[in-house]
């Protein structure tokens, strides 16, 4: 008998009475994440650099101080989120992916375990830095505006990415096997869109963080509090991560999950 692969050892590592358990999976998946070749923190990684780059080349001027750790914490939680490493949750493990379903775990299980890691992963030290810098440069009070304000973006692109990881699922290749089969129009079209997609995409969801403003101002009953508008800002992102999931999930059903 042939000996398993690393991914489908991975998914065995958990003992069988915690393979089904929310947690112990979203553990699994951080610590897949971080083993060798690390395809996930690879595009993590990049956009971290290409966001610092761009802030060189085009600093945020011009900005209240007052909303500062909002801007700097929403400008690095869109650039490294917009990336193959969001949007194509199931392709850049697809060996994993597919093994998981031919088992029975729901997608919608699957899609809520790799989003949970990504929240580990990118989210939560994102958060730590905005809480950090709300602390010591700011009133710490403000921390209900701008823990939610640095929430909201990261909530959306993982709503999104669900959507686009079901469209164009593309399975992880080395380049050098892309390179021969560059030839191969519909397969290579089809790689080269995943990769610059998510970039494309910056522009079309950035109109979407102006939702929970239009949403506070057209809410007459609601106080007009620092810690109702965080609400709000943080509420919202959570329905567009939980729409996003929704609308993945219905296009799954209608025309099924076809890696390639």
Not at 34 to 58: K, R
Not at 75 to 101: C, E, K, M
Not at 117 to 138: D, F, K, Q, Y
């Amino acid at each position: 008998m042939s000996r398993p692969s690393a991914p489908v050892r991975a998914i065995d590592a958990l003992p069988p009475e915690r393979r089904d358990v929310l947690w112990w999976q979203v553990l699994g998946e951080v610590r897949w994440s971080f083993t060798p070749p690390m395809t996930w923190l690879v595009g993590v990684g990049v956009n971290l650099v290409l966001s610092g780059a761009w802030w060189l080349v085009l600093p945020l001027t011009g900005r209240q101080r007052s909303d500062w750790v909002i801007v700097v914490g929403t400008y690095f939680a869109t650039f490294i989120l917009a990336d193959v490493t969001t949007t194509n949750v199931l392709g850049l493990d697809a060996l994993r992916v597919r093994v998981s379903l031919v088992r029975g775990v729901a997608l919608r299980r699957i899609l809520a375990v790799k989003n949970l890691a990504l929240l580990v992963i990118v989210g939560l030290p994102t958060l730590l830095v905005a809480a950090v810098l709300t602390v010591t440069s700011e009133d710490p009070y403000r921390l209900v505006l701008t823990l939610p304000g640095v929430a909201f973006p990261i909530l959306t692109w993982l709503g999104v990415g669900n959507i686009v990881s079901v469209l164009l699922p593309v399975a992880v290749t080395p380049l050098r096997e892309r390179w021969e089969r560059r030839r191969e129009l519909v397969a290579t079209s089809r790689w080269l869109s995943c990769l610059g997609l998510p970039y494309v995409l910056l522009y079309a969801v950035n109109p979407v963080s102006h939702i929970p403003g239009a949403v506070f101002r057209n809410w007459p009953t609601l106080p007009r509090t620092a810690e109702y508008r965080g609400l709000v800002v943080g509420l919202t992102g959570v329905l567009l991560w939980v729409l996003g999931t929704a609308v993945a999930l219905s296009i799954v059903r209608l025309r099924g999950l076809r890696i390639r």
